[in-house]
């Protein structure tokens, strides 16, 4: 009798530290801190990430929504600022510097080239993935590709505000392309989509 007794103890001890672990382990990963934000890269770190998404056809879309992850491009220690970046000075919040902003691509085009043929190729893609809704491609290209709202861009003049003049209505801009098929062959340039046909008129 009191053979079994103590072995009925035993089992109720291992199920009690059993349940107890488990019950630990649950606490632990509850209470364990948020995973520290993505490293920001150096400006040497994203221009060289630009230039290879550009150098490889595969990584056009990459090229066209890359941004630099920090907020203070200038390094003047005023984050969020509205400043002129890149060879043809475009505006932009320091925390939404695309690569198409600063750090060019010929061989898609330069100045309001590169941006129409960024825009293109979004467009045509996410237009092929939502069936045809332009709606819906807006809004995929507006998550892409945007003003960031840390900054006030009302100043800026009309004609100088590139996100307005081409990403703003990009997609509403543009038909439906033809969706591609698996026996198309990849033009010379790579694998970058055409671009899609505007509208008539």
């Not at 330069?110 to 237009?127: E, H, M, N, P, S």
Request: charged letters at 20%.
């Amino acid at each position: 009798m009191k053979a079994q007794i103590t072995l009925e103890t035993i089992i109720m001890l291992v199920v009690l530290l059993v349940l107890a672990g488990v019950m630990i382990s649950l606490i632990l990963t509850t209470l364990k801190p948020p995973t520290s934000p993505e490293k920001v890269l150096s400006k040497q770190e994203f221009l060289a990430q630009c230039e290879n998404y550009c150098n490889d056809p595969e990584k056009v879309v990459d090229y066209c929504r890359l941004y630099w992850n920090g907020n203070d491009w200038n390094g003047n220690k005023i984050s969020y600022e509205t400043i002129q970046v890149g060879e043809y000075r475009w505006y932009a919040c320091e925390d939404r510097i695309y690569c198409f902003l600063v750090k060019p691509c010929d061989r898609l085009g330069t100045g309001l080239d590169l941006l129409k043929r960024c825009r293109d190729v979004l467009c045509g893609i996410y237009i092929n993935k939502h069936e045809g809704d332009i709606n819906l491609a807006q809004r995929a290209l507006q998550n892409d590709v945007g003003f960031s709202n840390k900054c006030n861009f009302g100043s800026i003049p009309q004609e100088e505000n590139w996100y307005k003049r081409i990403f703003e209505k990009g997609c509403e801009m543009i038909t439906t392309p033809t969706p591609p098929t698996p026996t198309t062959q990849p033009s010379e340039e790579g694998s970058i989509p055409p671009p899609p046909t505007p509208p008539m008129g």
